[in-house]
């Protein structure tokens, strides 16, 4: 259906060409031409439009995407993929080993066991051997307690037992013991006899081999020496060498004490 103002505007122009011509027109051409035309009309506007609405939006998502500059390295690596959690592992704080036991230097020298008496002579003596009678010394004869018997105390600790001969009497079972006697007078320090205290620094002396069965006794630095003039003497060697080594001669099995 046509408007009213466009039906007025036909009928108007029928009645002038009536009027001109004296017949009237092909009405239901005409306006099917007309109507054409308006259609023609109404078509292309809407194409314009649309065409102008592409373009606005091209425009628009131009504006809107970044621009990319050209890529010069290779194409990033796809993201690894996500594998299963695994949870961290907990920290575990290794467990020291043990320390190995301190084996008393000697345990494997049967001399150095505690279970032997031995005599004991200087290796660079000509002869003689040592003696306690009241203080250690170099004798010839067989005076004084010339047994010996190296109780290991730990690494190469010894505590140093001294026994006369065996003759069956309880004395002669009843020790003796090494210990530094330091005099406080500023003359060498020696050895003599004393109770046995284990405990006491001054009867802990280290023994240590030497090489062909000669040993070296020393008590927390000072090494027994042989003096021409002093005899057995505990000295310092400081650059000195070592002058004075000792060999121990396996007597017998070691005895038991007096009051075991």
């Not at 018997?149 to 037992?161: I, S």
């Not at 090489?211 to 000295?235: C, D, H, R, V, W």
Request: glycine fraction near 10%; proline fraction near 11%; include cysteine.
């Amino acid at each position: 259906m046509m408007p009213d103002d466009h039906l007025d505007d036909a009928l108007r122009s029928l009645a002038a060409h009536a009027g001109r011509t004296g017949r009237l027109p092909n009405v239901p051409a005409d306006v099917r031409q007309r109507g054409d035309k308006r259609r023609k009309r109404r078509y292309a506007g809407s194409a314009a439009l649309g065409v102008a609405l592409v373009g606005l939006l091209t425009a628009g998502i131009a504006v809107t995407q970044p621009a990319r500059g050209p890529q010069t390295g290779p194409p990033a690596a796809p993201p690894a993929s996500a594998g299963p959690s695994t949870p961290p592992s907990a920290t575990t704080t290794p467990t020291p080993s043990p320390a190995p036991p301190t084996t008393p230097a000697g345990t494997s020298d049967p001399l150095l066991s505690g279970t032997r008496e031995v005599t004991m002579v200087r290796v660079q003596a000509s002869e003689g051997g040592l003696s306690l009678d009241g203080r250690l010394a170099e004798v010839d004869d067989d005076s004084g307690r010339q047994r010996f018997v190296t109780k290991p105390l730990g690494g190469d600790l010894f505590q140093v037992l001294s026994y006369t001969r065996a003759n069956n009497h309880p004395a002669a079972d009843e020790p003796s013991c090494w210990q530094v006697y330091n005099p406080n007078s500023g003359r060498s320090l020696t050895v003599e006899g004393a109770l046995c205290d284990p405990d006491n620094p001054a009867q802990r002396f280290t023994i240590t081999a030497q090489g062909k069965g000669a040993y070296a006794i020393s008590n927390q630095g000072a090494f027994l020496q042989f003096s021409p003039t002093k005899g057995l003497i505990m000295e310092e060697l400081g650059d000195a060498p070592l002058l004075s080594t000792f060999r121990f001669v396996d007597v017998g099995p070691a005895r038991t004490p007096a009051g075991g």
